[in-house]
């Protein structure tokens, strides 16, 4: 089952790659929730993020990709809009830090990371949605997630 899940992620991000970007919409289903998602995985994706942002629309995020997996630990730096970060494992939600809200110094040092402690958190894939959709949605730790793409032609 885990080997399946790799597969289909990584057939996931092979289609990302190399579909042209107006006739794909990614998704993550979470439970019954339908997440459609912007997706980071270059380290320059990665590391601006959601940096920058006013808002989000309903029922949108990004997806940080990491393949192989491993630890990582994420900020708000330049962030301006609270944030849920769910840190998946495999196919599964292993944490969520929820509400977390923008780091407003100029000063990366004085950013706290998700989570604190070394080396981070081991994962596949993070996804940032608006803060507090996970709480009002029902999303919690152990929930299954798919990823899903709609192609357009």
């Not at 006739?23 to 270059?42: D, Q």
């Not at 004085?110 to 894939?125: L, R």
Request: charged residues 20%; proline residues 8%; aromatic residues 10%.
């Amino acid at each position: 089952m885990v080997l399946r899940q790799f597969v289909l992620q990584t057939i996931l991000l092979m289609l990302i790659l190399v579909t042209p970007v107006w006739s794909t919409m990614p998704s993550a289903r979470i439970g019954n929730n339908l997440v459609k998602l912007e997706v980071a995985t270059t380290p320059e994706q990665i590391e601006r993020g959601l940096m920058y942002r006013t808002s989000l629309a309903p029922d949108s995020g990004m997806v940080f990709i990491f393949h192989p997996a491993r630890p990582v630990k994420f900020w708000m730096y330049h962030t301006l809009i609270p944030l849920d970060m769910c840190f998946v494992y495999q196919g599964r939600i292993v944490k969520i830090f929820e509400n977390v809200q923008p780091c407003h110094s100029e000063d990366p040092r004085q950013c706290p990371t998700y989570p604190q402690e070394d080396p981070g958190i081991n994962v596949t894939e993070v996804i940032e949605v608006a803060g507090g959709y996970a709480k009002s949605h029902g999303i919690k730790e152990g929930d299954k997630v798919t990823y899903e793409l709609d192609i357009k032609q």
